[in-house]
């Protein structure tokens, strides 16, 4: 039985996650896009580095290329924000993101985006649910062939972010710095900016590896205990790390200790209002501490709780002029960007942040929770078995 969860479909690979499964999700969407759109434009799909994600994105590409439905396929595997901007950059219908995200190796999974370039909503869900058939679905080679184009999407992206960022800026970052990708998306991306803004920067688990050391690529402190290790070992001022699909990232700190994403948060939103003067509102997840809430009456700003799920948060931030929408497991989404998670723009923000202030996150966290109050916070993940 396919199933799709607050964050797309995910399942044991071979087992439910399979060719023909794949198939007939590509052949649902392909309906639905046929059945509810005056114009087709395109899907454009992308994959990260899990087993076999590259050939179940080809195979989903070609499931909707035989549709008569114009598909744009990324070259190599992109972060799913990524996919999400050339979604809306391109101007198509929808993007499909081949991702477990940070589930175990033995998992892969799909995520849909939509024509705005962020999570796709309830009933756009519940209307492929509803048209998955048994059949497998068909392949037509011919509209193969005429409706599949094969494209760089990262060049766009590294440009727009770029524009977003204030390059002079984050050039002035000076302390050594480490990067944890987790085997996953984020391979490359980061360091192409850290090289191309002059910081320096040593590497773990920077290649592919579909078994992510047999552990989850979830930047949670438990999986990045050699990240902590490297960065107070070496005495480095920041350590930085993304998910599988570099969607959520985390931060260590100058002592080599987790950055909790309840301080992250208002640390970015403050830094964007006083220094960067952005408008706009913020959004969160009920498992957020509300100092953000007490940072937002700081500025008159006003703050929208909804529940888990980023999906959520997309929803407020289509409907409002939200500045930054966040969840407690590392996603954050900005209002000059897109409705959706940007683990990138992200870990490039509080480069900017400590660039700026010329100090070490550490201080910026003692500073924030004495003005504002500590907290405590415990998360326990519990099995659903």
Known sequence: MI????????AIIAREFNFDNVGRVARALSKY????????????????????SDQFALHFAR?????????????????TPVL???????????????????????????????SYGGPVLDDFVQQIEKRIESIVAPIDEKRVRQNIQYLD????????????????????????????????????????????????????????????????????????????TLVREQAMGLGLATDGDADRCAVIDDQGLFV?????????????????????DFVRTTSLHPT???????????????????????????AENILIGGEESGGFGYGF??????GILTVLLVLEMLAYYQVKISELVSELRQKFGPFFYLRKDISQQ
């Open 337 to 342: 960007h897109l409705p959706e998670r940007d």
């Open 63 to 79: 499931v909707v290329a035989s549709n008569n439905i114009p598909v744009v396929l990324s070259s190599k595997f992109t972060p």
């Open 292 to 318: 953000i809430d007490r940072l937002a009456s700081t500025f008159n700003r006003r703050v929208k709780e909804v529940p888990v799920g980023f999906k959520n948060v997309t929803e407020q931030m289509l």
């Open 153 to 228: 999407l990262t060049k766009a992206y590294f440009e727009h972010l770029k524009k977003v960022l204030r390059v002079e800026v984050v050039e002035k970052f000076y302390d050594l710095l480490a990067y944890d990708a987790m085997h996953g998306c984020g391979i490359g991306f980061l360091q192409h900016f850290f090289e191309e803004f002059g910081l320096k920067a040593k590497y773990l688990r920077h290649e592919e590896n579909p078994l992510f050391s047999r552990g989850r690529p979830e930047p949670i402190p438990e999986n990045l205990l050699d990240l902590q």
């Open 260 to 280: 909790e994403l309840h301080d992250l948060m208002p640390l970015l939103a403050r830094y964007l209002i006083k220094e960067r003067k952005f408008p706009g």
């Open 33 to 52: 896009l046929l059945e509810s759109n005056k114009r087709i434009n395109g899907v454009v799909i992308s994959y990260d580095t899990r087993f076999l």
């Open 84 to 114: 999400s901007f050339a979604v809306k950059q391109l101007g198509l219908n929808a993007g499909v993101m081949v991702t477990a995200s940070h589930n175990p190796y033995f998992y892969n999974g799909i995520k849909f985006k939509a």
């Open 3 to 10: 199933r799709f969860g607050t964050d797309g479909w995910r």
